[in-house]
């Protein structure tokens, strides 16, 4: 995942939303002001794109609805903030990196290009992951308060459930990559790469 993009992104977002809104709570017509704000900024964007030709329009076209939707999750989490709507944001911007990266590898070919997929895909299943996690984290926190010894310890049990998880779909994306890797190669030093692999991530 390329910390640029995401630098474009939140950066884009900040400017959205620096006249958009100044509260937490929104009214229903400073939302929809802002909600038609973010539209006209993509469509504006998508139209700046007809000037590329190639994957690079259509690079550009994605980059320009991912901004989209991340603004609007902002938006969403602006104006009702709380677990949900936090990771709604975060999986737009899972959403629009993937899209963004995954859209790169059409430039490359073969074994390449495979990688690339794949590596666009481990981060994206990282990102989802982290924020899953997260949303669980800040929901089960948000339940138990001032609960019983019982009703937390269920709930830990629950953040300890969804940190194992994550840990294992990243690990299982990590290993899916490795072995998009090893496909370059050939022979005897294929081999080895792919039990280098699954010593590494614990495959049989």
């Known amino acids: ?16 939303f620096s006249a958009a809104a100044t509260a937490d709570t929104m ?30 329009k259509d690079l550009c076209q994605i980059e320009a609805k991912g901004r989209e939707k991340v603004a609007l999750a902002e ?11 936090h990771f709604d944001v975060r999986m737009a911007m899972a959403d629009a990196e993937y899209a963004t990266a995954k859209e790169k590898c059409d430039d490359l070919a073969g074994n390449a290009q495979d990688v690339c997929v794949k ?10 992951a982290d924020a899953e996690t997260q949303k669980t984290t800040a929901t089960e926190n948000r339940t138990v308060k001032d609960k019983s010894a019982k009703a ?10 969804a940190r194992q998880d994550a840990a294992a779909d990243k690990r299982n994306a990590e290993y899916k990559v490795a072995v998009e890797k090893c496909d370059a190669l050939s022979g005897n030093t294929k081999d080895v790469c792919m039990d280098n692999a699954k010593a590494r991530y614990g495959k049989s």
């Open 119 to 128: 590596e666009a895909k481990a981060a994206h299943i990282s990102a989802k």
């Open 27 to 56: 009214s229903k017509s400073e939302y929809k002001s802002a909600k038609q704000d973010i539209q006209a900024e993509y469509k504006s964007a998508k139209s700046g794109c007809q000037s590329f030709s190639g994957n690079a």
């Open 75 to 85: 938006l969403a989490e602006k104006n009702l903030p709380g677990p949900k709507t």
């Open 152 to 161: 937390r310890g269920e709930a830990n049990e629950e953040i300890r459930d």
């Open 1 to 16: 995942m390329k910390k640029s993009t995401i630098s474009v992104i939140a950066a884009a977002v900040s400017l959205m």
